[in-house]
């Protein structure tokens, strides 16, 4: 079992920036990915980012508006997401995610943050 828990968000005017981050617990895993998604009053849920682990590889959707990183602490076991320039259309609920492989479903959730970025 892997445990997820979110911290960050809020509200922020646009052209702000936000950074995310999930820290994980139980078990570890060699190769893993971790993610991060969204999902807006309306819409489907939608990848923002993800980082995996052996080997190391990072991706950033270009739905994202501003420039963002994905980023982790191996230490902490804690992955962030940095995001900048937000928009208005970046509002949603952002939730992490981890899958013990480096394709197809995640196996585990956080709990979600809302982001809400004012005009």
């Known amino acids: 079992q892997v445990q997820l828990v979110q911290s960050g968000g809020g509200l922020v005017q646009a052209g702000g920036s936000l950074r995310l981050s999930c820290a994980a617990s139980g078990r570890t895993f060699t190769t893993y990915t971790m993610g991060w998604f969204r999902q807006a009053p309306g819409k489907e849920r939608e990848i923002v980012a993800r980082?995996?682990?052996?080997?190391?590889?990072?991706y950033v959707a270009d739905s994202v508006n501003g420039p963002s990183t994905i980023s982790r602490d191996d230490a902490k076991r804690t992955v962030y997401l940095q995001m900048n320039n937000l928009e208005p259309e970046d509002t949603a609920a952002y939730y992490c995610a981890f899958r013990t492989r480096l394709n197809g479903q995640y196996d585990y959730w956080g709990q979600g943050t809302q982001v809400t970025v004012s005009s």
């Open positions: 980082i995996t682990w052996s080997p190391s590889t990072t």
